[in-house]
């Protein structure tokens, strides 16, 4: 099983900040990572695949980084329908594993 | 564009079994593969396993082996997990998504499953 520790658990933030979470791996997966987000009583939506290629739709302030055990969601201007919770995934074996969660909230 | 459409939600006894279905819609059916995430109340996601369903073949997370089982339908393009001996701990939103290559980009609604005595 791949272990995933994704940090911070929460963050507290403004609109207009840059904001980064991290994901580190047990060990390496190339690039198969996928970063999601996900609002309160709805489905996770996915944002950004292969670890930086952004999914169609989603925008251009999001952006992701890195390969192997390390790897990076920056959002780099908050907006107001930012403030959610942020999963990383894994896929490079099975299972699938998620992180624990980042939840963004207002400061 | 696929849109998945799950079947409503479902309260449960301890030791019974659930069945979730997954319809898919707008897409087609063989050319990707489909998972089953769950999500118990304030917790993160947890990835059960997932079908090919033109292969019928699944794969599962072994914490669930043995109690769940993917299936699915190419006739009417449905998945199906099923979750056997639930207990208290297996309270969660269920959610099938299509995993094209892993990532998990098309969501269903999601299924509340209670298990209460």
């Known amino acids: 099983v791949i272990w995933m520790t994704q940090s911070p658990s929460l963050l507290s933030a403004s609109t207009g900040d840059r904001v980064t979470i991290s994901c580190r791996m047990s060990?390496?997966?190339?690039?198969?990572l996928a970063w999601y987000q996900q609002k309160p009583g709805k489905a996770p939506e996915l944002l950004i695949y292969?670890?930086?290629t952004l999914q169609s739709g989603v925008p251009s302030r999001f952006s992701g980084s890195g390969s192997g055990t390390d790897f990076t969601l920056t959002i780099s201007c908050l907006q107001s329908e930012d403030f959610a919770t942020y999963y990383c995934?894994?896929?490079?074996?099975?299972?699938?594993?998620f992180g624990q969660g980042t939840k963004v909230e207002i400061k | 564009q696929v849109q998945l459409v799950q079947s409503g939600a479902e309260v449960k006894k301890p030791g019974s079994s659930v069945k979730v279905s997954c319809k898919a819609s707008?897409?087609?059916?063989?050319?990707?593969?489909i998972s089953w995430v769950r999500q118990a109340p304030g917790q993160g996601l947890e990835w059960m396993g997932r079908?090919?369903?033109?292969?019928?073949?699944?794969n599962y997370a072994q914490k669930f082996q043995g109690r769940v089982t993917i299936t699915a339908d190419k006739s009417t393009s449905t998945a199906y997990m099923e979750l056997s001996s639930l207990r208290s701990e297996d309270t969660a939103v269920y959610y099938c998504?299509?995993?094209?290559?892993?990532?998990?980009?098309?969501w269903g609604q999601g299924t509340t499953v209670t298990v209460s005595s």
């Open positions: 995934q894994q896929y490079y074996s099975f299972p699938w594993t």
């Open positions: 060990q390496g997966i190339s690039s198969y």
């Open positions: 998504a299509t995993s094209k290559l892993g990532r998990m980009d098309v």
């Open positions: 079908i090919i369903p033109i292969l019928g073949i699944a």
């Open positions: 707008g897409g087609t059916f063989s050319s990707y593969t």
């Open positions: 292969a670890a930086s």
